[in-house]
């Protein structure tokens, strides 16, 4: 019998507290075995994604359905907290929640691997499921890549679980030199093989995600050539733009476009068998292809466009020139019947806008089919080969990227995918003011400087801009001659300045007379009110 007082007798003895510590010992590795294999299905799907044409990205399918699934409300949240930047954290987060849900499984699979077998084929069929309401994804390559994940995980599951069972039974022993030799032997032989997959895991996402990202790039748009338009605009005259260091340009660049849309990723079409119908309330069903629509007359205009998500003093509104077909001379050629109220807009990816047809007919505004952007072939983020640009609209109503179709219909019968989730049905753009100079929260030099913006009513048109300085009296600015009516302006005031800190506001005026109220209220249902006011210091 052992003696109860021999700390060697102790030590061998298997006692409450060594089997505790080898039952945590063996919660990690389960833990890590099942992150890894998470790892491992999401690299293998993003691996065929990137090289088979059709396969969708599972996490990007998953994400989609997130954001077919959000509650009201949710868009001006995750705006607000991410920005333009909203996609790449629902990616984020996706994967997040698979390697921590994997990571449970992994855990549960160490006591019963057949519950780590039918996690990760639920996980299968949520992924595939997502990746069928893809339209333009192939359906037997979606149902494949998430066979493939589900194998490839459980192959990496069941290999990780193997070792750290090894581990931890042979850490379980009572023979002295094996406890000191080959457990340690056994981990060893888990860590690098853990370090190895997560390796492989880094190297296979990344290539397939960058193989993902090139076949959604403007390798095709590159190839594509707008003919030139009938009318062109004239160049911009010298009283059209102010020089003001730092004021936004006039025209924003496409690559500074701002980019708001529900697609995660953005939707490669081939021209070449691209179609735009155009159906509902109409005498002449039409279909076009895109060689059809580029043979018709193209014309161009500038149309500052702008989301509804946009805060006071935020970015999300541009300037373009933006070449297209009048909307109107489609319609007028289809035939719109008496009642038909509505226009949408469908977009290749399912994606719906709705907007009252007597706005695009209205005589004073030129919607259009636009092919080209800064008379370039519109790039793959903003809607090649086809998208709609409505003057005086916020784009959850009208800008279709990527559209596929264009149907007459009643108010009544049509939501456009975002009404609802609670915002407006109705959406014109409100008068809106800026400014871009100085900065929020920076230190200005004494003597004159420069306070600029930019200003815009679409498509009403902005007559006078105002600044006022530390609540004193509104002081006109001076304002470049508009383009149209359909565009900002940019606006300058020379401000004497005085030590100390000082708040600057800026409103707006537009053609009709309606001043930009001072209101402060969200983006949603509307869009977002109220004056942009800041906070410089004066050295």
Same mark, same amino acid.
């Given at each position: 019998m052992?003696?109860?007082?021999?700390p060697?007798a102790?030590?061998?003895?298997?006692g409450?507290?060594s089997?505790?510590?080898?039952?945590?010992a063996?919660?990690w590795?389960?833990?890590?075995a099942?992150?890894?294999?998470a790892g !491992? %299905?999401i #690299? *293998?799907?993003? $691996?065929? +994604? =990137?090289l088979a044409?059709?396969?969708?990205? &599972?996490?990007a399918?998953?994400g989609s359905?997130?954001?077919?699934?959000q509650?009201?409300?949710a868009?001006?949240?995750v705006v607000?907290?991410?920005?333009?930047?909203?996609?790449?954290a629902?990616n984020v987060l996706?994967v997040v929640a698979?390697?921590?849900?994997?990571?449970?499984?992994g855990i549960?699979a160490?006591?019963?691997r057949?519950?780590g077998? !039918? %996690?990760? #084929? *639920?996980?299968? $069929?949520l +992924? =595939?499921a997502a990746?069928l309401?893809d339209? &333009?994804?192939s359906?037997?390559?979606a149902?494949g890549?998430?066979?493939?994940a589900v194998?490839?995980?459980?192959v990496?599951l069941?290999?990780?679980?193997?070792?750290?069972?090894?581990?931890?039974?042979?850490?379980?022993?009572d023979d002295?030199?094996?406890a000191f030799?080959?457990?340690?032997w056994?981990?060893?032989?888990?860590?690098?093989?853990?370090a190895?997959?997560?390796g492989?895991?880094i190297?296979?996402? =990344?290539?397939?995600?960058?193989?993902?990202?090139m076949?959604?790039?403007?390798?095709?748009?590159?190839?594509?050539?707008?003919?030139?338009?009938?009318?062109?605009?004239?160049?911009?005259?010298?009283?059209?733009?102010l020089?003001?260091?730092g004021i936004t340009?006039?025209?924003?660049?496409?690559g500074?476009?701002?980019?708001i849309?529900?697609?995660?990723?953005?939707p490669r079409v081939?021209?070449?068998?691209?179609?735009?119908?155009?159906?509902g309330?109409?005498a002449?069903?039409?279909?076009?292809t895109?060689?059809?629509?580029?043979?018709?007359?193209?014309?161009?205009?500038y149309?500052?466009?702008?989301?509804v998500?946009?805060k006071?003093?935020?970015h999300?509104?541009?300037?373009a020139?933006?070449?297209?077909?009048?909307?109107?001379d489609?319609?007028?050629?289809?035939?719109v019947?008496p009642?038909a109220?509505?226009?949408?807009g469908r977009?290749?990816?399912?994606?719906t806008?709705?907007?009252?047809?007597?706005?695009a007919?209205?005589?004073?505004r030129?919607?259009?089919?636009?092919?080209?952007?800064?008379?370039?072939?519109?790039?793959t983020?903003?809607?090649f080969?086809?998208?709609?640009?409505v003057?005086?609209?916020?784009g959850?109503?009208s800008?279709t990227?990527w559209?596929?179709e264009i149907?007459?219909?009643?108010?009544?019968a049509?939501?456009?995918y975002?009404?609802?989730?609670g915002?407006?049905?109705?959406a014109?753009i409100?008068t809106?003011?800026?400014i871009?100079?100085?900065t929020?929260g920076a230190?200005?030099?004494s003597?004159v400087v420069?306070?600029?913006?930019?200003?815009w009513?679409?498509?009403?048109g902005?007559?006078?801009?105002?600044v006022?300085?530390?609540?004193?009296?509104?002081?006109a600015?001076?304002?470049?001659?508009?383009?149209?009516?359909?565009?900002?302006v940019?606006?300058?005031?020379?401000?004497t300045?005085t030590?100390?800190?000082?708040?600057?506001?800026?409103?707006?005026?537009d053609s009709?007379g309606d001043?930009?109220t001072?209101?402060l209220?969200d983006p949603?249902?509307?869009?977002a009110?109220g004056h942009?006011?800041?906070l410089?210091?004066?050295?």
């Amino acid at each position: 019998m052992a003696d109860r007082g021999d700390p060697r007798a102790a030590a061998r003895a298997p006692g409450r507290v060594s089997g505790s510590r080898r039952s945590l010992a063996g919660v990690w590795p389960a833990a890590v075995a099942g992150a890894l294999a998470a790892g !491992v %299905a999401i #690299a *293998a799907s993003e $691996l065929v +994604a =990137g090289l088979a044409q059709g396969a969708p990205s &599972l996490v990007a399918a998953i994400g989609s359905l997130v954001i077919s699934l959000q509650p009201p409300g949710a868009k001006d949240l995750v705006v607000n907290l991410f920005g333009t930047n909203d996609k790449l954290a629902l990616n984020v987060l996706v994967v997040v929640a698979a390697v921590i849900v994997a990571a449970l499984a992994g855990i549960l699979a160490a006591r019963r691997r057949w519950l780590g077998v !039918v %996690a990760f #084929a *639920a996980f299968g $069929l949520l +992924a =595939g499921a997502a990746a069928l309401r893809d339209p &333009l994804a192939s359906q037997a390559l979606a149902v494949g890549n998430a066979a493939v994940a589900v194998i490839a995980g459980l192959v990496a599951l069941l290999g990780l679980l193997g070792l750290a069972s090894t581990a931890a039974a042979r850490g379980g022993t009572d023979d002295p030199e094996a406890a000191f030799r080959s457990p340690e032997w056994t981990r060893r032989r888990f860590l690098i093989a853990s370090a190895g997959t997560l390796g492989g895991v880094i190297v296979a996402g =990344g290539v397939g995600r960058s193989l993902i990202d090139m076949h959604h790039a403007d390798a095709v748009v590159s190839s594509s050539k707008i003919p030139a338009p009938l009318l062109a605009v004239p160049p911009l005259a010298v009283d059209q733009a102010l020089a003001v260091p730092g004021i936004t340009p006039l025209v924003i660049p496409n690559g500074d476009f701002y980019k708001i849309d529900t697609a995660l990723l953005a939707p490669r079409v081939d021209p070449a068998t691209w179609k735009l119908d155009v159906t509902g309330m109409i005498a002449h069903p039409l279909t076009f292809t895109y060689d059809e629509l580029l043979a018709m007359p193209l014309y161009e205009q500038y149309v500052t466009i702008a989301c509804v998500s946009n805060k006071v003093g935020d970015h999300l509104v541009g300037n373009a020139l933006w070449t297209g077909v009048r909307l109107k001379d489609v319609l007028e050629s289809a035939g719109v019947q008496p009642g038909a109220t509505q226009i949408v807009g469908r977009s290749v990816d399912g994606f719906t806008v709705g907007f009252p047809t007597a706005w695009a007919m209205a005589p004073e505004r030129e919607p259009m089919i636009a092919v080209g952007m800064n008379r370039q072939p519109l790039p793959t983020n903003h809607g090649f080969p086809a998208r709609l640009i409505v003057p005086g609209l916020y784009g959850y109503v009208s800008a279709t990227k990527w559209l596929s179709e264009i149907q007459l219909t009643t108010r009544e019968a049509v939501d456009g995918y975002w009404v609802p989730l609670g915002w407006a049905k109705d959406a014109p753009i409100l008068t809106q003011s800026r400014i871009d100079v100085p900065t929020d929260g920076a230190t200005v030099r004494s003597g004159v400087v420069d306070i600029a913006g930019v200003a815009w009513a679409p498509d009403r048109g902005v007559t006078r801009v105002e600044v006022r300085i530390d609540n004193g009296p509104w002081q006109a600015a001076r304002i470049s001659r508009p383009i149209s009516t359909a565009t900002w302006v940019q606006w300058t005031l020379a401000w004497t300045t005085t030590p100390g800190a000082h708040n600057l506001e800026v409103r707006a005026t537009d053609s009709s007379g309606d001043v930009q109220t001072d209101q402060l209220s969200d983006p949603a249902p509307d869009g977002a009110r109220g004056h942009h006011r800041i906070l410089v210091m004066v050295a």
